[in-house]
């Protein structure tokens, strides 16, 4: 299928789709014309790398874990080096939440605190910078 029907049947913009082409995560045929040609297949392949984008990989990991991974509606591994990688991304993806929970706390702490009473400016003070006639 052509790029248009392609873009309307995965769900993803047309220049999106060019994106993953020029990071090698997708390979359509070229048509004598120049045109790119998409099989039934790269839709799955399209979800699976929105999933991964999802998930926190990077695009240059998602290079690494497609082909090592069965096509279809699910990702199996084929590959016996992407559960070591995987492992590795996990716990980089992890690290980040228990980060950002931490950032999280602190502003909780922050909203949750007291703000203390402005001070009210004493009468004498008033009266010494009130203009005299």
């Known amino acids: 299928m052509r790029m248009g029907s392609f873009s309307r049947a995965t769900g993803v913009s047309e220049r999106l789709l060019r994106y993953y082409e020029e990071q090698g995560l997708l390979r359509p045929a070229r048509l004598a014309s120049g045109h790119r040609e998409y099989a039934e297949a790269d839709v799955a392949t399209v979800a699976h790398i929105r ?3 999802a998930a ?3 695009t240059a990991t998602i290079g690494q874990v497609l082909p090592c991974v069965a096509g279809g509606e699910r990702m199996v591994p084929n590959c016996p080096e992407l559960a070591a990688m995987l492992q590795r991304e996990r716990r980089r993806i992890s690290e980040s939440i228990e980060q950002l929970q931490h950032s999280r706390q602190l502003i ?3 909203l949750a605190a007291k703000p203390e009473a402005p001070a ?5 003070r008033v009266r010494a910078t009130a203009p005299t006639s």
């Open 108 to 110: 909780d702490e922050v």
């Open 120 to 124: 009210l400016p004493r009468r004498d």
């Open 56 to 58: 926190g990989l990077t």
């Open 51 to 53: 999933g991964l984008l």
